[in-house]
């Protein structure tokens, strides 16, 4: 059975003050005196002599120092929320219909719920520190609200150094973009992180730490908050959990004190919790919370921050950085296998010989079942992949180790590829080599986009079968045996044209994979630039002959389609271009024409026809025609 008070005081202000009415005509037969908030303030002793539960309706800062004064006096409290004073009905459950509100806030049964004191000022749900975008919105709040308030606030985003200083007198230093302080498990985004033994009655305050390493971590973090209505079984990356009676926050700079949503004091922080100390009438889930809150003990939980020494250099950014930074004790296990796969050995040396040999074979034979078979033997993707983190993160050790690598890898396979063309009595050029001839900025990008893809394949082991894939995509062995062929057949021009498409896919691949570790978080805190920028200006150099290839297989389109249907008159009979394409063999260019003619056609008028399409060209052509003859 429900008990109510016998009398209670009912604490007004000017916004409240047609409450009074509400109240005293209460079903309980409880006996309620009314007194405004700024005459019992006045003399607050007097007013409170023999009152043993106090009904409060206000602004946050009455209920406040109602709360003080229950502190001194110990009285009981009931609190009637306001329609505006959503976060104070939610956290402490409280009823939104006004005849509920006053039933609840005379009764009885007031839970002896714990204060938590900011600087010595009293804390309801939250105090926030710095600048912790989408941590402290609502956690029923729209994605879109979300959102907004969370790009709104990247404004002078940054890391600041943090000392944190518990009851138990461990000392936290790390950077923080900023904490926030709860003193229950309800109300905001920050709230899901905690803990489901965290309660009002626990003697303890909850201390949320934000610490992205980049903009890409916090939006990492913001998805995976937005996407999750429950709470997580772990911390997610880049946040910090205390759970202490006392906290001293002690940041590099002196920052505002967000209590409440409202400014009210600022850093160093001391953060106390008195244990139980005033009894409130709460909503049932609360009720049920003190039955099963249980003595808790000091909780630190600090493994997703950034305690490194190298990522403790950067916070002197003015702003974090868009990407993120990591040490190698971040990604134990990829750098260890990156740098095994930088390191020569008998079985890559092995292996790019057979590679090589397979790919030649192949070539000659004209078949593109051999010539995949070579690709997926050919062991050149691992040391490239791991030349890319060796610039990016200015490794030279693993920058030495991999390019030397690539570099022998190289020279056996051209030496392999010659050799094997030296043997060969007849040496015909097939279309697997001419494919192979003529490389553009299209075979850039391919070799881009593999590049991304062997990297993300490198980083998460569950896809690391992938490669293959890749290895199939990008074709590093096929263009190099066509170069090594070129120098067995001593053709420069055919060397160098299937050269520089091994040189494309590597730069592309470089470049790619790189930029990629960059995205995924794998660059150190203080990066070297130097590689970076060699590359840079190979990737430019490059791209010079890539693009005049490109722009001769543009012209030679456009010559294709401008004379197909063309009709000439050679020695008084008729022929029709039906078909025309343009060939490159080193640098001597072959066209190739298909004609149509309804008389049968003479060495002599073929010969005056050629020199009819030569006619058109300052250079010398070299014109084969397929003749068709209509009946």
């Given amino acids: 059975m429900t008990e109510y008070v016998s009398s209670a005081l009912f604490v007004y202000t000017d916004d409240t003050k047609h409450l009074i009415k509400q109240l005293q005509n209460n079903s309980s037969g409880t006996h309620i005196t009314s007194v405004a908030f700024d005459a019992l303030m006045q003399a607050p002793q007097t007013q409170l002599e023999g009152v043993d539960h106090v009904v409060v309706a206000g602004p946050l800062d009455v209920i406040k120092e109602i709360l003080r004064l229950a502190l001194k006096c110990h009285f009981s409290m009931g ?20 005849s509920a509100a006053v039933e609840l ?43 907004l308030n969370t790009f709104k606030k990247f404004v002078k985003f940054r890391l600041y150094s943090f000392k944190f200083i518990t009851a138990g007198k461990k000392e936290i230093d790390t950077v923080a973009s900023g904490c926030m302080i709860l003193q229950h498990s309800r109300g905001s985004f920050a709230s899901r992180l ?37 709470r997580y079984k772990k911390l997610p990356n880049s946040i910090g959990y205390i759970k202490s009676p006392k906290v001293d926050i002690e940041p590099e700079i002196r920052l505002d004190v967000i209590i409440d949503d409202q400014q009210t004091t600022q850093t160093p922080l001391h953060c106390e919790t008195i244990s139980k100390a005033v009894r409130i009438n709460v909503g049932k889930s609360l009720q049920e919370e003190s039955r099963n809150a249980t003595d808790a003990r000091e909780r630190i939980d600090i493994n997703n921050l950034p305690t490194e020494k190298e990522l403790l250099k950067a916070r002197n950014q003015k702003r974090i950085p868009f990407f993120s930074y990591a040490s190698e004790e971040r990604f134990r296990d990829l750098f260890p296998a990156l740098r095994e796969d930088a390191r020569l050995n008998s079985i ?26 070579a690709m997926l033997l050919a062991p050149l993707m691992a040391p490239i992949v791991s030349l890319s983190m060796g610039i990016l993160r200015g490794n030279v050790k693993l920058f030495k180790n991999s390019i030397g690598k690539i570099i022998i890898g190289v020279i056996i396979a051209l030496l392999s590829s010659a050799l094997i063309t030296s043997l060969f009595p007849h040496k015909p050029i097939t279309d697997e080599m001419l494919a192979r001839l003529n490389p553009t900025l299209l075979d850039l990008a391919v070799a881009i986009i593999s590049g991304i893809a062997a990297a993300y394949s490198k980083s998460f082991k569950e896809i690391i079968q992938s490669l293959a894939g890749v290895a199939i995509a990008v074709a590093l062995v096929p263009p190099l045996a ?32 790189t930029f990629t570790f960059r995205v995924l978080g794998y660059s150190a805190a203080v990066r070297r630039k130097a590689s970076l920028v060699i590359v840079f200006i190979f990737l430019v150099l490059i791209s010079i002959p890539l693009y005049l290839s490109y722009s001769r297989i543009v012209e030679d389109r456009i010559f294709e389609q401008s004379w197909r249907q063309e009709r000439f008159l050679v ?52 014109i084969r025609l397929k003749t068709f003859y209509i009946p």
């Fill in 79 to 98: 609190i009637l929320p306001t329609e505006k004073q959503k976060d104070l009905i939610r956290v402490y459950d409280l009823p939104q219909k006004p």
């Fill in 105 to 147: 806030a005379l009764r009885q049964d007031g839970q002896a719920i714990d204060l938590i004191l900011c600087n010595g000022k009293i804390m309801l749900f939250k105090a926030s520190i710095g600048r912790i975008p989408f941590l402290d919105n609502p956690a029923k709040a729209s994605w879109i609200r979300v959102l």
């Fill in 194 to 230: 905690i803990s489901h033994d965290h309660s009002f009655m626990d003697g303890m305050a909850s201390l949320v730490i934000s610490a992205p390493i980049s903009i890409i971590e916090y939006i990492k973090l913001l998805r995976q908050a937005l996407r999750s209505s429950k």
């Fill in 348 to 373: 890559y040396l092995v292996l790019m010989v057979l590679s090589t040999g397979l790919a030649t074979v192949g070539l000659y034979l004209n078949s593109a079942s051999v010539i995949i078979g």
């Fill in 482 to 513: 066509v170069a090594g062929i070129g120098i067995g057949r001593w053709d420069i021009q055919f060397f160098y044209q299937a050269f520089l498409l091994f040189s494309t896919n590597l730069v592309g691949i470089i470049i790619s994979s």
């Fill in 571 to 622: 020695n008084e009979k008729y022929l029709i271009i039906i078909k025309a394409s343009i060939i490159w063999r080193g640098d001597k260019r072959i066209i190739l024409m298909d004609i149509l003619a309804r008389e049968p056609l003479t060495r002599e008028d073929l010969n005056v026809f050629k020199k009819k399409i030569q006619a058109n060209f300052s250079k010398k052509l070299i």
